[in-house]
């Protein structure tokens, strides 16, 4: 039975992974040309491989790769399928339309975390704050002329599938409690792999040229890439995944505070009330968790 103060700690550890994934866009802007496929295999690579260092240490950690088939397929099936159809969307769609529809994953972790053993269900704060949050990452896209056109449907159902994806694993992660995060570095470097695979078939290599490029790919490894998927696991499997979900919608905004303080992108007045409509909606997801 877990406490409040784990079940806290575990949350914490989970907005970890937010944080990290806030760092993904000025990273991948960071790192040159590299194809989408190419990129997610240096990556995840490198990410499983930070998970596999705590086996040299203590080498029966590695216990934690022997899992049930169903376990790999779910691990490696979120992790290479996310990834997999977010990045079709973006070649099928324009970005801002099929980057708006995959924002939909942290409301769907809400709703779906209604199923999860033992939970004390919905609360309409939960509901309240996850739909806010997603009017604040809606409120990023204001002034970009958006335009769902009939061309792009493939890529719109690729987006819609890829938030559906995210939020089935993670909910799945938060059920199979007794699978330790250990096993998310095997799932990684199978990651790794198969978007190798697709790189060959679908990409032409490009290495990045400067140490810059570099240097990006090395710390999306380590960290949006790496480290935030044990942490993001930590926080399904022993937080609140329902306030996690709700708090998920801090990271587009995070990430776009911090492009336009590195020049990536320009500031835009929306950018204040999308902070405040997140802000606002996890602080309802918080009460209504206190309130459960």
């Not at 400067?210 to 790919?217: E, G, K, L, P």
């Not at 790496?226 to 905004?253: E, H, M, Q, S, T």
Request: with cysteine; hydrophobic share 55%.
């Amino acid at each position: 039975m877990k406490t409040d103060s784990q079940t806290s700690r575990a949350t914490l550890v989970g907005f970890g992974a937010i944080l990290l994934w806030a760092l993904l866009a000025l990273f991948t802007a960071a790192s040159g040309g590299v194809p989408p496929f190419e990129l997610a295999a240096l990556t995840f690579t490198i990410g499983g491989a930070l998970g596999c260092l705590g086996f040299i240490s203590r080498p029966e950690r590695a216990q934690a790769l022997r899992q049930p088939l169903r376990v790999w397929v779910i691990g490696v099936g979120g992790l290479f399928g996310y990834h997999a159809l977010y990045f079709s969307a973006l070649r099928l769609a324009p970005p801002a339309e099929a980057g708006l529809i995959n924002y939909l994953w942290p409301l769907l972790i809400v709703l779906f975390s209604a199923w999860l053993p033992g939970s004390t269900g919905l609360k309409r704060g939960h509901v309240v704050g996850a739909l806010m949050g997603l009017a604040g990452v809606a409120m990023l896209f204001v002034r970009r002329d958006l335009g769902f056109d009939a061309q792009s449907l493939p890529g719109y159902g690729a987006a819609l599938a890829a938030a559906f994806v995210w939020a089935g694993y993670s909910i799945l992660s938060a059920r199979a409690g007794a699978v330790p995060t250990d096993a998310v570095a095997g799932f990684c470097l199978a990651t790794g792999l198969l978007s190798f695979v697709c790189h060959l078939m679908f990409e032409t290599t490009v290495w990045p040229t400067d140490v810059t490029s570099w240097a990006s790919i090395g710390l999306l490894g380590l960290g949006p890439v790496g480290a935030a998927f044990y942490l993001w696991d930590i926080g399904c499997k022993r937080g609140d995944v329902r306030l996690l979900g709700v708090a998920a919608y801090a990271a587009p905004v995070l990430s776009t505070l911090i492009l336009v303080l590195a020049g990536y992108a320009p500031a835009r007045p929306s950018l204040a009330l999308s902070c405040l409509l997140i802000v606002a909606g996890a602080l309802c997801a918080v009460r209504a968790s206190r309130k459960a």
